[in-house]
C-alpha cells in the first residue's frame, strides 16, 4: 500500500491542520501530556517547523517524562505500556537514553536502560533494556551496537511499541548468555537501585 505524498507547502497554509496544530499545542500544555506532544512534534516535523519550536517540543516531552517517572519511582508504580501517557513517557526517556549513547555517554545512558528495565510491565521490554545496559557495560559504541547487535530486518512495523529497539542478532536468551558477565552486572545494579528505594 502506497502512503500518500504530503505537499509540506499546501500543509502550511492548509488552515484546519494549522488550527489543528494549535489546539494541540494547547492541549498538550494544559494536560501536560506526553502523547500529545509527540503528536504536536510529527505535526510540526512534517511542515518543517523551525529548528526552536521542534527542540521546544521534544524538551517539553523529554523533562514531562521524566517528571512521570520520578512520580512513578516515588510511588512504586511501573510504566505500563498500555496506558498512552506511560508508553510515551518510556519511549521519551528512551529515545534520551540512545541519544547519550550515541554522544558516548555511556554511563547517562546505562543508568537510562538499568532504570527503564526497572519500571517497565513488559517483560520483553525490561529485559530487552536490560541487554541494552549491558552492552553498554561491555564498553561497545553506540555504532557496534546498531550494526552488530541490532537486528532491523525483525522488526515488526504494526507493534506499537516498535519504536524501543527488542529485535537482535540473536534471541534474548542467547544474547544474555554472549554478555553473562554484564548482565548479571546490570542486574546486581538494578537490585541495588531497588533495595535504596525500598529503604528511602
Known amino acids: 500500500m ?6 509540506v507547502e499546501e500543509l502550511k497554509k492548509d488552515e484546519e491542520f494549522l488550527a489543528n496544530i494549535k489546539r494541540l499545542e494547547e492541549e498538550c500544555k494544559k494536560e501536560q501530556s506526553i502523547s500529545k506532544g509527540y503528536q504536536l512534534l510529527d505535526a510540526q516535523l512534517i ?3 523551525p529548528e526552536e519550536e521542534i527542540n521546544e517540543i ?5 523533562n514531562n517524562a521524566f517528571d512521570r517517572l520520578a512520580e512513578k519511582l516515588t510511588n512504586r508504580q511501573t ?9 510515551a513517557a518510556a519511549r521519551a526517556i528512551y ?17 537510562i536502560f538499568l532504570i527503564l528495565s526497572h519500571s517497565m510491565d513488559k517483560y520483553a521490554l525490561k529485559d530487552a ?14 555504532d557496534e551496537f546498531i550494526d552488530t547487535i541490532v537486528d532491523v530486518s525483525k522488526v515488526d512495523e ?3 511499541l516498535a519504536f524501543f529497539v527488542q529485535t537482535f542478532t540473536h534471541s534474548v536468551t542467547e544474547m544474555f548468555d554472549m554478555f553473562k558477565k554484564e548482565v548479571e552486572e546490570a542486574r546486581e545494579e538494578i537490585h541495588i537501585f531497588a533495595q535504596s528505594q525500598e529503604s528511602s
Do not use: C, W
Request: net charge negative; aromatic share 8%; charged share 30%.
Open 79 to 87: 510504566f505500563k505500556m498500555q496506558d498512552e501517557e506511560d508508553k
Open 2 to 7: 502506497q502512503t500518500p505524498e504530503i505537499h
Open 95 to 111: 529515545e534520551h537514553g540512545m541519544q547519550r549513547y550515541s554522544e558516548n555517554d555511556q554511563k547517562g545512558a546505562k543508568e
Open 129 to 142: 533494556m536490560l541487554l541494552h545496559a549491558a552492552v553498554v557495560i561491555a564498553g561497545k559504541s553506540f
Open 47 to 49: 511542515i518543517e517547523a
Open 158 to 160: 504494526n507493534d506499537p
Open 58 to 62: 521534544f524538551t517539553f516531552i523529554v
